[in-house]
Each structure stands twice: as structure tokens, then as C-alpha cells.
């Protein structure tokens, strides 16, 4: 049994932090990957699409729950 919560208090967060790996997910694509970036400008900033060697906004779709857990400044939580 995965008993791995993330903690995220970024935008788009739920009221507790704490977040399954499915709820943190759709967060990420509802705020980056589905987001039209040629319309909605409220949060760009120059930092947002930097990130390692991906071409952002365009490679949001390709990232790996790592990859999303990093860039939001999210951690895991592992119950034992």
C-alpha cells in the first residue's frame, strides 16, 4: 500500500497541504500543463519557465511527479 502524501502550499493548494499524488497532479496540470499560456499571463514570471533543460511551458506535459514535486517546491511525505 503507497501511503505517500505530498505537502504543497502553493497556489491551487487544498486547505490542509497535504495532498495525494493524484490531488498534486491534477493541481500541476490544471495550473501548468492545461494552462494557455498565450491567454493567461496573471502568474508568468521569467523564473516559471525555467527549469533544468526542459523547454517550458511546452515540456510541462512531459514531467514526472519528481520533476513536478522539485519545480513547485513540494516534498514528500512518507508515512511509515
Known amino acids: 500500500m503507497n501511503n505517500m502524501k505530498i505537502w504543497y502550499t502553493g497556489i ?3 486547505n490542509s497541504g497535504v495532498h495525494t ?3 498534486f497532479l491534477n493541481t500541476m496540470d490544471s495550473l501548468f500543463t492545461n494552462r494557455k499560456w498565450d491567454v493567461d ?9 525555467q527549469f533544468k533543460d526542459f523547454n517550458l511551458p ?3 506535459a512531459s514531467f514526472t511527479l ?3 514535486v522539485e519545480y513547485s517546491g513540494a516534498e ?4 511509515m
Do not use: A, P, R, V
Not at 499571463?41 to 519557465?49: A, G, M, P, R
Not at 514528500?76 to 508515512?79: A, D, E, L, V
Open 41 to 49: 499571463t496573471k502568474i508568468i514570471f521569467d523564473y516559471q519557465l
Open 76 to 79: 514528500y511525505i512518507i508515512n
Open 21 to 23: 499524488e493524484t490531488e
Open 66 to 68: 519528481s520533476d513536478w
Open 12 to 14: 491551487g493548494k487544498n
Open 58 to 60: 511546452h515540456d510541462f
